[in-house]
């Protein structure tokens, strides 16, 4: 019996708990631990390749959303596998070690259906990126792929100037929390910078929302918005090694520590 990515990828969706080559072997007539081994070897699956599989399915919204999260795989009990490290987990609320992923998903609120469009493994020692690298990387793949969408959703991780700035200069809305050492300004330079903590809600005309939790009583947060330019993507890294691209506009929102820590 021969493994195919069919095989495997029905595998993984069936199996929450006990996903392991052997336990894939044991349950399959013809198939041996061998096989399974040697298809994870020798097979790839980019992401490229999950765009070409996904593409055909998936419907698209002038009101779409794309979101973007990051997860760890905990393997906690491998000593030799390449791409574990130890990193945040939010799911084990603390430092575990596992392969860090990065997903972008599409979210069709039209007909309540999501598609995963693009990842990235988090592998600083291979490629340099940090995980805002990532994000940036796939934030540039949506335009030239022909997908619609209006908000971005992300985790406080990604709250940052720089990605703010790309996404407001690209005309977009952004919806995530901000970490409680964030500082913002929603009084047009009126008022002191003060504390963040609260979910915001970033847009063209410079809309605000309010944290859903509050019930009205929460204070808006706000950055203000940026003239259309051609903005690259920001790439992650630190200021001293972006090198000299222009700056475009300005935004009221500001942290007490590195952009990109």
Not at 19 to 29: E, F, I, N, P, R
Not at 73 to 87: A, P, Y
Not at 241 to 254: E, S, V, Y
Request: with cysteine.
């Amino acid at each position: 019996m021969r493994v195919t990515a069919q095989l495997y990828g029905q595998f993984l969706v069936s199996r929450q708990v006990n996903y392991t080559g052997t336990y894939l072997a044991d349950h399959l007539d013809g198939l041996t631990h061998d096989n399974v081994r040697y298809f994870l070897k020798t097979q790839r699956f980019t992401p490229r390749q999950l765009w070409q599989r996904v593409r055909p399915e998936v419907v698209l919204s002038a009101r779409g959303y794309v979101l973007f999260d990051d997860t760890v795989l905990d393997k906690h009990h491998s000593r030799r596998i390449e791409l574990v490290r130890r990193q945040y987990s939010g799911n084990a609320h603390g430092v575990i070690a596992g392969i860090g992923l990065v997903n972008c998903v599409y979210v069709n609120p039209d007909t309540d259906q999501f598609w995963l469009l693009d990842y990235r493994l988090f592998a600083p020692d291979g490629d340099g990126k940090t995980k805002l690298g990532h994000v940036a990387d796939m934030l540039g793949q949506p335009a030239p792929r022909g997908i619609a969408y209006r908000t971005v959703l992300m985790d406080s991780w990604y709250a940052t100037t720089a990605l703010f700035k790309w996404l407001l200069a690209a005309g977009k809305t952004v919806y995530c929390p901000l970490k409680s050492n964030r500082l913002v300004d929603d009084s047009g330079g009126q008022q002191p910078y003060q504390p963040g903590g609260l979910p915001v809600l970033v847009g063209r005309g410079g809309g605000t929302g309010q944290n859903p939790e509050s019930k009205g009583n929460a204070q808006r947060r706000q950055a203000e918005t940026l003239p259309r330019t051609g903005v690259h993507p920001p790439d992650g890294r630190p200021r001293d090694q972006r090198g000299g691209a222009p700056r475009h506009g300005r935004c009221r929102a500001r942290e007490q520590r590195p952009l990109d820590d």
